[in-house]
């Protein structure tokens, strides 16, 4: 299996740019991440809903046509799904999910992701009720999947 992050947005902040780089230079043996970062949409600082929706969908449209039609994708969302570390390695384990050819993480920008989107996805999930960054996210996706990485070794990090 291989894992790809579909980020809206780029990291302006070198310390995310930085802690992103190392887990995916920790992982580059293991399980290499692609990261692909789609533009933002502009929104004015007035915005109304309409605008934010039109927003939503062309960065949906700038997603969808990077997901090849047999990727298994999932939306970070904060209503979605919460899961252990332990849980969240057996998502990537490609021993239990052989059917996968990708999986493919999806972070919106600051304003979500649009509903084409997320009829897309097979599975939202959330790192739980706190609001984050969505450039803290992609730092903590990765390094989730570096932990799962790990834990499906048998290695102490986890600990």
């Keep these: 299996m291989k894992l790809a992050i579909i980020a809206v947005g780029n990291l ?3 310390h995310y740019r930085e802690a992103c780089a190392e ?3 920790r992982m580059t043996a293991m399980m290499p991440v692609e990261v692909v970062e789609i533009d933002e949409a502009y929104i004015a600082d007035e915005e109304s809903p309409s605008l934010v929706e039109r927003a939503l969908a062309q960065e949906g449209q700038r997603i969808l046509s990077r ?3 047999d990727d298994k994708a999932v939306a970070l969302s904060p209503e979605g799904k919460a899961m252990d ?3 969240f390695a057996d998502l990537i384990d490609p021993k239990g999910n052989p059917e996968w050819k990708r999986c493919v993480f999806v972070i919106g920008s600051s ?4 509903a084409a ?3 897309r996805c097979g599975l939202r999930l959330s790192f739980g009720p706190m609001t984050f960054p969505h450039q ?3 730092v903590m996706l990765l390094e989730q999947i570096y932990r799962g990485q790990m834990i499906l070794r048998g290695s102490a990090y986890h600990k």
Aim: no cysteine; hydrophobic share 30%; net charge positive.
């Design 111 to 114: 304003h979500g992701l649009g």
């Design 136 to 138: 803290l996210a992609r």
């Design 117 to 119: 989107v997320y009829a």
């Design 12 to 14: 302006k902040e070198r």
């Design 23 to 25: 887990y995916v230079k």
């Design 67 to 69: 997901l090849r039609p």
């Design 85 to 87: 570390s332990p849980g």
